[in-house]
């Protein structure tokens, strides 16, 4: 069952990372194949997308009255029409598991193929996706009906210096660990500059502390911190070759559970080498991420049935005493805890006058019996003191 279960394929990215142009070239891929996926677009601000979406979020969602409305910038407007998005989660998962099921055996006229894979568009802003509440639902939501993999588009030809390539090894480390998902590092535009050195510099720790060097003797930490040393060679790039250093160091394990290949989403290179990537991923999803999900999601349904019982304890205790009160039996009293307070609640029941059926030993029956006469009757003309009718009423 988990060889013909679809995947689903979330492909997020920095803004001008070709993240929408390597969905369109994936979407053509596999309609090439004869393979055609359901595409889901999840980005609201975007005008034009070069693929038809399935499921699109602006069909329910307009981004600029989300705007207008509550008052938000472009994030905030993103974000909150992610929210409200999220609130159909249930129905969406419907139609695509309904999509994604196998024919029934007894079905008749032309029967569709099956989809083989889930491609899922995101915002260019990361952060308003990836630590949202909302796209923290939908991600959970999506790997719980199916194995689910994260693409990371990545600009190669920005990425050649070894600062920028460390802040998108950092930005891939924390959406690793927040998803828990596993991950495929994309390095796109392999047509204007080749992935050959990022993945040398991912799996020879001296390779980068090289290029590395190699960046402080040219003076390229100038051209990144000019703007702070005034164009003097080397000033202030002794804290940023510390920190790479010791980074390098710190992500040599992190990228032992990535898996790395490049793509030009403009010609097509390596698309194959990503589908390959796909299915070992999901291998792996079956295999070392859905366990994880399913214990966490026993625990929670657990602790779910403690709290219900929790409360279902404290509502049948409030309804036994209600109905020993209502059969007429002994409140329980309150322990006093002076001599004061004793005598307070000792003069408290003298003056109420209240009859304790208990210790007349009178069934409930019985006065339940007199109170209904009692009120049935009601005073007779010729007494109409209320203070009489009460007496009478109690003492009968």
């Known amino acids: 069952m988990a060889d013909t279960a679809p995947v689903a394929i979330v492909c997020v990215g920095m803004a001008g990372s070709g993240k929408s142009t390597f969905m369109q070239r994936i979407n053509a891929h596999l309609h090439s194949q004869k393979k055609p996926p359901y595409v889901v677009n999840l980005d609201p601000a975007v005008r034009n997308v070069p693929f038809e979406s399935n499921i699109d979020i602006r069909d329910s969602i307009n981004y600029k009255e989300v705007m207008k409305q509550y008052n938000l910038g472009p994030n905030g407007g993103i974000l909150t029409s992610l929210n409200l998005f999220a609130t159909k989660i249930d129905q969406i998962l419907g139609i695509l598991e309904k999509r994604t099921a196998p024919p029934p055996p007894d079905a008749t006229g032309p029967i569709p193929k099956p989809i083989k894979h889930i491609l899922v568009d995101t915002p260019g802003q990361i952060e308003v996706f990836v630590w949202s509440a909302s796209g923290d639902i939908l991600l959970g939501s999506l790997a719980s009906s199916f194995p689910t993999v994260i693409a990371y588009i990545i600009d190669t030809p920005r990425s050649a210096s070894t600062g920028t390539f460390m802040s998108n090894m950092l930005y891939a480390c924390s959406i690793l660990y927040k998803t828990k998902l596993p991950m495929i590092l994309v390095f796109n535009k392999t047509d204007v500059k080749d992935a050959e050195f990022a993945k040398e510099w991912m799996t020879d ?27 003097i060679q080397g000033q202030g790039s002794g804290y940023m070759t510390s920190l790479l250093h010791s980074m390098s160091l710190v992500l040599e394990e992190f990228y032992k559970h990535l898996k790395v290949v490049g793509v030009s989403a403009m010609t ?22 859905k366990p994880e999900l399913e214990r966490r999601r026993k625990q929670r349904e657990e602790e779910k ?24 039996k002994k409140p329980v009293k309150e322990e006093p805890e002076t001599v004061s307070e004793a005598e307070d609640m000792s003069d408290s029941d003298e003056e109420t006058g209240l009859v304790d059926p208990d210790d007349e030993d009178e069934p409930v029956e019985g006065l339940q019996g007199r109170y209904k006469k009692a009120l049935a009757d009601g005073p007779s003309e010729e007494d109409f003191s209320f203070a009489s009718y009460i007496h009478k009423a109690n003492i009968g």
């Open 268 to 289: 097509g290179d390596g698309v194959d080498e990503f589908f390959e990537a796909v299915e070992e991923k999901k291998q792996e999803f079956e295999r070392d991420y």
């Open 305 to 328: 049935e403690q709290r219900r019982e929790k409360e279902l304890g404290k509502l049948l205790s409030d309804m036994q005493v209600d109905a020993a009160k209502g059969k007429g």
């Open 205 to 231: 720790f001296e390779a980068f502390q090289a290029a590395l060097q190699n960046e402080e003797e040219t003076g390229l930490f100038q051209n990144q911190e000019g703007a702070d040393t005034g164009g």
